[in-house]
């Protein structure tokens, strides 16, 4: 397990140019993507394997298939991606340590260290997805509703995120008896741990689409979209 780790879209702008016989479009370089910044919810290191803590798991296994790099900043553990021959900026990768309902309260110093000692970063949130089945990874937009995650209800809260961040939601579906709305059924689930099989699928198919969207986010997809007022 990874310890406690950090292990605009720019749309191109157009302007016509006028000349005295034909009209073309100039295009304005792209900017430079900026460095990421993963964080991954869930709950202390007893609760790893369930469902809630999702996202530290798949975390953990970035780490390893990217060769991350454990580091530090400042007092908080940490880990960092180098794309150093295809000149990609940086992916970092934190563990937001402790429990997923206080995720702003403990995410927040050290988003503050990141800021003064690495500098700014995109942030991407990974975290478990009641209403996407198993095997499933879908982006949520800036600006986005928490929808009742409580962890992204307390990250939304702090002024070092609030909602401008970019979600990457990892299903983990509704496979259990009873009424899906009531709160100690749904508790019990998102507790409990993943079967094998189920586990499987997660390495299999889920880290490989969680790497192909932070890829694609390195060239400046999705980071900067929102969603529409």
């Known amino acids: 397990m990874l310890p406690s780790p950090i292990l605009n879209a720019a749309k191109t702008a157009t302007k016509t140019v006028t000349t005295t016989s034909t009209k073309v479009k100039a295009l304005k370089p792209t900017p430079t993507p900026p460095r990421l910044l993963v964080l991954s919810l869930g709950n202390p290191p007893e609760y790893d394997g369930t469902r809630h803590s999702v996202g530290h798991y798949v975390l953990s296994k970035l780490a390893r298939r990217l060769n991350a790099?454990?580091?530090?900043?400042?007092?908080?553990?940490?880990?960092?991606?180098?794309?150093?021959?295809?000149?990609?900026?940086?992916?970092?990768l934190y563990r937001v340590p402790g429990y997923m309902n206080l995720s702003g309260k403990s995410v927040a110093p050290f988003i503050r260290t990141f800021t003064s000692t690495i500098g700014s970063a995109e942030i991407v949130v990974l975290f478990d997805e009641l209403d996407l089945d198993l095997g499933k990874v879908k982006i949520r937009k800036r600006g986005s509703s928490h929808r009742g995650h409580n962890g992204l209800r307390d990250i939304q809260k702090i002024n070092e995120i609030g909602k401008e961040y970019t979600g990457?939601?990892?299903?983990?579906?509704?496979?259990?008896?009873?009424?899906?709305?009531?709160?100690?059924?749904?508790?019990?689930?998102v507790l409990s741990k993943f079967r094998p099989e189920e586990r499987e699928i997660i390495d299999d198919?889920?880290?490989d689409r969680v790497i192909a969207l932070l890829k694609e986010m390195q060239l400046g997809k999705y980071i900067f979209e929102k969603v529409k007022s």
């Open 69 to 92: 790099i454990d580091t530090r900043v400042g007092r908080y553990e940490s880990a960092v991606i180098h794309d150093v021959e295809e000149d990609k900026p940086d992916i970092w």
């Open 205 to 207: 198919v889920v880290v």
């Open 168 to 189: 990457i939601q990892i299903g983990i579906g509704r496979y259990y008896n009873g009424d899906k709305n009531t709160e100690g059924v749904v508790a019990k689930y």
